[in-house]
């Protein structure tokens, strides 16, 4: 059976992760095998799968209470990973998506502290079962930088309407997974410039699927 790559982007609301990800769709769409690719958001991805995205980024009134948030995170992740990435790595196909389980560990385990991020990850192994990124690219940006380029991109939803200390502890849930699996994880220094990065990210992309 053909194996595929499974690459994720991660990292704290308005570290340059979409950014990125378009710049190297834009690369990827220059190469002659660009058919082997796919791009997928998280959560969405799926038709039922943007409709609970709605659910989850949208409802600032009557907002999911926070088990209803992790719960939804891992129905919409369970949708996408059998339906598009499962069969999409069995046809050898590169997955690329932005944010993966590492958000869930970090934004509903260490920032909203619904449980333990053992406990989340196991969880997240009974809706996706073995699946796991190969190479996963944090982008590490200090919440107070973030702020500052949040406040240029309005309107925000309601993770991005979370205060400083919300978004510092969703940094420590990244650096407790980097620190978990270093080999996994791909640290970029989200201060660099979009075009710094840009080049970072494709010399990595190219030693992963060349
Ligand atoms: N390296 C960078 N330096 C400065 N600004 C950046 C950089 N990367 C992205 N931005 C800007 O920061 C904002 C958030 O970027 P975005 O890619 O949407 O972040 P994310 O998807 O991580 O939330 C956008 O206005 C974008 O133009
Ligand atoms: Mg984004």
Do not use: W
């Amino acid at each position: 059976m053909k194996k595929g790559i499974f690459i994720t982007f991660e990292g704290g609301e308005a570290c340059g992760k979409s950014t990125q990800v378009k710049l190297l769709k834009e690369y990827i769409e220059s190469l002659p095998n660009k058919d082997d690719f796919i791009f997928v958001r998280e959560p969405g991805g799926t038709k039922i799968g943007e409709e609970i995205r709605n659910l989850l980024l949208n409802y600032k009134e009557d907002a999911p209470l926070p088990m209803t948030e992790l719960l939804l995170f891992c129905a919409t992740r369970h949708q996408i990973s059998e339906n598009v990435i499962k069969p999409a790595l069995k046809e050898g196909k590169i997955v690329i998506a932005d944010r993966f389980y590492d958000s869930t560990v970090a934004y509903q385990g260490f920032a909203r502290e619904i449980m333990s991020a053992n406990e989340i990850l196991n969880l997240t192994k009974l809706a996706i079962g073995d699946l796991k990124p190969d190479k996963t690219f944090y982008f590490k940006l200090s919440p107070h930088e973030a702020f500052k380029r949040k406040a240029n991109c309005p309107p925000l939803d309601r993770m991005e309407l979370e205060g400083m200390e919300f978004h510092q502890r969703v940094a420590q849930g990244y650096d407790y997974m980097a620190n978990l699996e270093p080999e996994r994880f791909c640290i970029v220094d989200a201060s660099k410039s979009i075009e710094e990065i840009a080049e970072e990210i494709k010399h990595e992309f190219n030693t992963l699927v060349m």
